[in-house]
Nanobody, 116 residues
Framework: QVQLVESGGGLVQPGGSLRLSCAAS????????MGWYRQAPGKQRELVAK????????TYADSVKGRFTISRDNAKNTVYLQMNNLKPADTAVYYC?????????WGQGTQVTVSS
């Protein structure tokens, strides 16, 4: 019922910025909690940030707090992840997720590489 497509990844230098977007299909986007996860090679997928259905409440991993900002535009069925002051440790495939109490739907992911 729900399809998610990420975009905006790429190669950046340490200290640079990227803005990821996740476009969702369907007409019930506004009912879902949205999240961004990431997975580096050889590591488990981890939560980066999530945002409530109305956008009023957000949660961040300690490793990205103060650097990343999650937001959503329900009129456009889109969730964003603004990433500032990127570090090599941020290198991973970033996945968009939609769900209620647990993740239910996943995008295909977009690669973010932070390197000099």
């Amino acid at each position: 019922q729900v399809q998610l497509v990420e975009s905006g990844g790429g190669l950046v230098q340490p200290g640079g910025s990227l803005r990821l977007s996740c476009a969702a299909s369907g007409s019930i986007f506004s009912t879902y909690v949205m999240g961004w996860y990431r997975q580096a090679p050889g590591k488990q997928r981890e939560l980066v940030a999530k945002i409530s259905s109305g956008g009023a409440r957000t949660t961040y991993a300690d490793s990205v707090k103060g650097r990343f900002t999650i937001s959503r535009d329900n009129a456009k069925n889109t969730v964003y992840l603004q990433m500032n002051n990127l570090k090599p440790a941020d290198t991973a495939v970033y996945y968009c997720n939609a769900g209620t109490s647990v993740p239910m739907y996943w995008g295909q992911g977009t690669q973010v590489t932070v390197s000099s």
